[in-house]
């Protein structure tokens, strides 16, 4: 089994404001996921 070093934890939501938890988990807003995902900004 392979490990690795994940870049960015994001959590997906229905909230309005992007924000940061403990850790550096984000909370992003679905609408700007979909505007990161589709601009290649979240490295998928």
């Known amino acids: 089994m392979e490990e690795h070093m994940v870049k960015r934890s994001v959590i997906v939501?229905?909230?309005k404001q992007q924000r940061k938890l403990d850790f550096s988990i984000?909370?992003?807003p679905w609408?700007?996921?979909l505007e990161e995902l589709?601009?290649?900004e979240l490295g998928v």
């Open 13 to 15: 939501s229905l909230e």
């Open 26 to 28: 984000e909370v992003l």
């Open 38 to 40: 589709w601009s290649g």
């Open 31 to 33: 609408q700007v996921f």
